[in-house]
């Protein structure tokens, strides 16, 4: 959740800094640096904003080899100086992404020893403990393993040490964690995206692996084998994460979905799903959190309504703790944008350890939750910034529409023709995405009008329900109004109770087999004098007397792709909301893009 990173470059905080920049999605209550500058640790923090760090270091003049640095997302103590990373304890200072479950236990023990501690953190015994070995004589890599012995949860940890040798090192149990080798320094971050130009080869260490860097070298410190590094290519490149011309990476990333579906469109991917034997599956359980589930849910209608497989979905969160029946022909797919979830990970790690296949589909190829899976497949979004997921939505829908053709073909469930029709929807959505985003100012209308209530209900009936879902997700985690969604049908066995001039229903109601259904729920919502906006066909607006800003008119497409283009209204109308109420679109308060605490 927290972003952390290391440098040991001639001007280390410069890399630092920059990379700090590009982990903000992962956090910004607070950020800090220490730097090994004089034979001195500098560190410096600022509640906030990174804008404020750069602020108060813009006040001094800073050079040293050794800096890192740290954004912070609290989980165990309010945003504060005092509880912004970096943790110092003596000569030693410990950036940390993660969560200490035992910290109670060791704070206590630490204070036995004649501890002090400033912070509420759960980080701060770690610097603690490090030094207290340090002061036992033990070695630099003897203190920090010694240390994580007796640390029960999650972390990557950044460790500087104010000593002649000047090594910065890191180590890991359950959170992402990469190590770079540049050709102007060695550079460690939660995440490769951080990472400079100065970093085409990266090396993702396993659980438990020490690494030294210095400026000659990075080193494993405790593998007996003499394990060499083997470094991969980074495939990410710090320049695609650019607004371009527009006010938000989320507005970007809205209006890059049309070029993503034609690039997906055309791309001759299906080969790689032909990998998975469909006949032999018995279930599929899909699993994963917020907006991923939502295109799970979607998925499962897809899988079994064109390929008659059986599919369960689960949130990631729910998911080991109910003792799932799990088979060995079942293949458990796990959808992450960021690949990082905790939850999933954990997820994926349970049905794993039942023998289950495990599929991966993710957005970062290199993440842990690929890694980990029996196998991986891209969803090719690029790099999403926004904390709000909009493109990567589209993309896990884009492939699981193309695993659901594969699924059907293989099983033979609909005939050919039905399934090229398939296929031949699939090809219409960078057109029918394109025309839905020409309209974008209608949907500016509509938010003016939507803002003035604080309360929203959102309806869809059936996948369209997953929709109406991630619609009432997008609205409240960037504009802070309340959303809640329904299946229409659901209306009058209880939300229909709230129904009043100050609670808007927005119904998602494009032509298809439900049509007339809707009609009628929208009619119960109407006779209880609820506000009512439509996205929807243009049949909607003739039986309701509807306002131009009331209604967002869908254009005619096959029922299969509904859900990928009903959602592009629901995204606009999130981001234009929040602009209208003067929300920062893209770091949303209390959350971050990935999450990797439980
Ligand atoms: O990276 P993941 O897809 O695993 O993330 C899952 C959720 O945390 C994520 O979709 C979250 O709900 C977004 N903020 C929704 O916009």
């Keep these: 959740m927290c972003g952390i990173i290391g440098a040991v470059a001639e001007t280390a905080i410069k890399p630092v800094l920059d990379g700090l920049g590009r982990l903000e999605y992962r956090g910004y209550d607070s950020s800090g640096i220490s730097l090994l500058s004089n034979n001195e640790i500098q560190t410096i923090k600022a509640q906030g904003k990174l804008t404020n760090l750069k602020q108060r270091l813009s006040e001094q003049v800073l050079d040293g080899e050794c800096c890192i640095g740290h954004t912070r997302w609290a989980t165990h103590g309010r945003a504060s100086v005092t509880n912004a990373h970096p943790h110092q304890c003596g000569q030693v200072s410990v950036v940390h992404n993660g969560i200490i479950e035992n910290y109670l236990q060791l704070k206590h023990q630490l204070a036995q020893w004649g501890h002090h501690f400033s912070s509420a953190t759960d980080s701060e015994v770690i610097p603690h403990l490090i030094n207290h070995y340090l002061s036992q004589h033990l070695s630099e890599e003897e203190a920090i393993a010694k240390t994580v012995a007796q640390l029960k949860g999650s972390y990557a940890i ?6 002649t040798s000047k090594n910065l090192y890191a180590i890991k149990q359950g959170s992402p964690l990469v190590i770079s080798q540049g050709n102007e320094g060695a550079y460690m971050a939660s995440d490769a995206m951080a990472l400079g130009s100065d970093s085409g080869k990266i090396y993702y260490p396993n659980d438990n692996e020490l690494i030294k860097l210095n400026t000659h070298d990075i080193t494993l410190c405790n593998d007996s084998s003499n394990k060499r590094i083997h470094y991969i290519k980074n495939k990410q490149s710090s320049d695609a994460i650019s607004k371009g011309q527009h006010s938000s990476y989320m507005e970007k990333e809205i209006f890059e979905q049309v070029d993503l579906m034609k690039r997906l469109s055309v791309s001759n991917d299906t080969d790689e799903y032909s990998s998975i034997n469909f006949n032999q599956i018995n279930k599929i359980t899909i699993i994963a959190c917020g907006t991923s589930y939502y295109a799970a849910s979607i998925a499962k209608s897809w899988f ?4 008659n497989i059986l599919v369960e979905i689960d949130i990631a969160s729910e998911y080991r703790y109910r003792s799932p029946i799990v088979s060995e022909k079942e293949l458990t797919i796990f959808v992450s944008q960021s690949g990082e979830t ?12 039942k023998k289950a296949q495990t599929l991966a589909l993710v957005n970062v190829i290199n993440s842990s939750i690929a890694r980990e899976a029996d196998f991986s497949f891209e969803i090719y ?4 910034i926004g904390v709000a997921s909009t493109k990567a939505f589209s993309c896990q829908l884009a492939i699981f529409y193309k695993m659901t053709l594969e699924a059907a073909k293989q099983r033979e469930f609909i005939d050919a023709n ?22 974008c100012l209608e949907m ?24 109406a879902q991630e619609g009432a997700l997008k609205l409240k985690e960037i504009s802070y109004i309340h959303a809640e969604a329904y299946a229409a049908g659901e209306l009058k066995h209880g939300p229909i109770a709230l129904l009043d001039e100050q609670m808007p229903v927005l119904v998602i109601a494009p032509k298809n087999g439900l049509t007339d259904k809707l009609l009628s729920n929208i009619q119960e919502v109407q006779a209880r004098n609820a506000p009512i906006f439509i996205i929807g066909d243009r049949s909607n607006k003739q039986y309701i007397n509807l306002q131009e800003d009331e209604f967002f008119e869908l254009p005619e497409m096959p029922e299969s792709i509904q859900a990928l283009i009903s959602v592009i209204p629901m995204q606009l109308l999130a981001l234009y909301s929040a602009q209208q109420l003067g929300k920062n679109v893209d770091q949303p308060r209390n959350l971050a893009k990935s999450v990797t605490v439980e």
């Design 444 to 467: 500016k209308d509509m938010a003016k009008k939507l803002t003035k209530f604080s309360n929203v209900l959102f309806l869809g009936r059936g996948e369209l329900t997953a929709i």
């Design 418 to 439: 039905e399934i090229s029709v398939l296929a031949k929807n699939f090809m219409q959505l960078p057109y029918l995405m394109e025309k839905v985003l020409q309209r």
């Design 158 to 163: 950044g460790v500087l040490i104010n000593s």
């Design 342 to 353: 905790a939850d999933t990970l954990a997820a994926l790690r349970y049905a794993k350890s």
């Design 304 to 307: 079994e309504k064109y390929a």
């Design 381 to 384: 979004a690029g790099p999403e």
